[in-house]
Each structure stands twice: as structure tokens, then as C-alpha cells.
């Protein structure tokens, strides 16, 4: 079946402009979450969803930050203001339980 | 102290050899325990994933918990150069609970 999908793949953009990342989990999926991983470094946890729940925010890094899952599917993080230190690939994950299954992951990359 | 850690390596084998790898954790609640595999530039795959204590077998592949000791493991039996990735272990205390990651391990299977 399909698995996690994430959009753009790859996303340069200038220093100062907002940026959108999406992630389409796999259908049925109640739980998703978003992580930072800069390279060679491990998973920076950004945001989980989970259901209805109020989602858990305790990993963004600042209020330029922001994510939103409409209709308990799509999510979408949003960058404000992009700094260079942004630059790393932004994956997104879906969990029917416990276990996660992750998408191939956004490259952003800000000049 | 870190909820959950692992020794980032790398680590480098020969081909055949019996691979360990490991992740020690403080918090006694966990009770869901996950392995995932990481290639370069692509996003993590569940290898495995078990409750509580106790061994599981996938093929080469098997993850033991000792919740009395908090220390996890993936062994790797036969390893071949195609298991060259970074092994992240994963856990949870419940299953709707946040998932906690190491920091990975970085494993180099020698031809």
C-alpha cells in the first residue's frame, strides 16, 4: 500500500521567506509527527499529533514554527522567516499505534 | 542524563561477523521498544518492534529487551554490507505516548 508521502522533495529558498512542508501519512494513521535531522546528526523531534489530542509543540524551536493537521490527515509545517540554521531535511512520520513509519523526508536548504 | 542513549560509533565490522548494537534507557515506563534502519540520505525503516521483555526473531535480525537492566539490543547475525546504515533504537511508554529516539549508532559492514 502507500506509504508516508512528503512535498516538495528538495526546497531552496532565500533567507527572510516562509517556506511550507507537507506530509500525507498512511490512511488510518491517528498518530504523526515531525522531526529535524541536520546532517550526520540523529532526529530532532519537532511536533506530535496525536487523534484529537491538543498536539505535543515541546520540540519547535522557536514560534517562527508552526504545524497543523487538518481532518486528522494532512499536516502541514510552516516556517516563518527562514534562517540558514533551518537548512536540514524535515521528515515526517505516521503511527498506528506505537510503531512509526516515516516518509523519504523534505531537503530544505536555505541560502 | 538522556532518556535514551546509544553510542553513536561508528562502528565497523567485517562481512559474517555478529553485530551487536545497544541502547540503555532511564525512564521504567517505557514498555514499547523499536530498531529502525537509516541509509544515507533516505528516511528510517522499521526493522523491528516489540512489547515488554523478551527476544523476537526476524531472519538475521534480533531485538531483545531487559526492562530490569533498561538496556535494549539488535543483533545482526551474518552481517552483509548491504546492513550499512545508522540503527536507531526507539520507545514508548504507552502506545499513544510520544516516542523517545537514540541518538543512532553508525554501523560499516567491511567486504
Known amino acids: 500500500g502507500a506509504g508516508v508521502s512528503q512535498s516538495p522533495s528538495n526546497k531552496v529558498t532565500e533567507k527572510g521567506k516562509d517556506v511550507e512542508l507537507r506530509c500525507d501519512p498512511i490512511?488510518?494513521?491517528?498518530?504523526l509527527y515531525w522531526y529535524r535531522q541536520s546532517l550526520g546528526q540523529g532526529l530532532e523531534f519537532l511536533i506530535y499529533?496525536?487523534?484529537?489530542?491538543?498536539?505535543?509543540k515541546s520540540g519547535l524551536p522557536s514560534d517562527r514554527f508552526s504545524a497543523e493537521r487538518t481532518g486528522g490527515s494532512v499536516s502541514t509545517l510552516t516556517i516563518q522567516r527562514t534562517q540558514q540554521e533551518d537548512s536540514a531535511v524535515y521528515l515526517c512520520a505516521s503511527s498506528p499505534y506505537y510503531e512509526q513509519y516515516f516518509g523519504p523526508g523534505t531537503r530544505l536548504t536555505v541560502t | 542524563q538522556k532518556e535514551v542513549e546509544q553510542d553513536p560509533g561508528p562502528l565497523s565490522v567485517p562481512e559474517g561477523a555478529i553485530v551487536s548494537l545497544n541502547c540503555t534507557y532511564s525512564?521504567?515506563?517505557?514498555?514499547?521498544f523499536m530498531w529502525y534502519r537509516q541509509y544515507s540520505r533516505k528516511g528510517p525503516e522499521l526493522l523491528m518492534y516489540?512489547?515488554?521483555?523478551g527476544n523476537k526473531e526476524d531472519g538475521r535480525f534480533t531485538a531483545q529487551v531487559d526492562k530490569s537492566s533498561k538496556y535494549i539490543s539488535l543483533f545482526i547475525r551474518d552481517s552483509q554490507p548491504s546492513d550499512s546504515a545508522t540503527y536507531l533504537c526507539?520507545?514508548?511508554?504507552?502506545?499513544?505516548?510520544?516516542?523517545?529516539f537514540g541518538p543512532g549508532t553508525s554501523l560499516s559492514v567491511i567486504p
Open positions: 516489540t512489547y515488554s521483555s
Open positions: 525512564n521504567s515506563a517505557f514498555q514499547y
Open positions: 526507539a520507545m514508548s511508554g504507552a502506545s499513544y505516548d510520544k516516542v523517545i
Open positions: 499529533f496525536q487523534g484529537n489530542s491538543a498536539p505535543d
Open positions: 490512511s488510518g494513521h491517528t498518530a
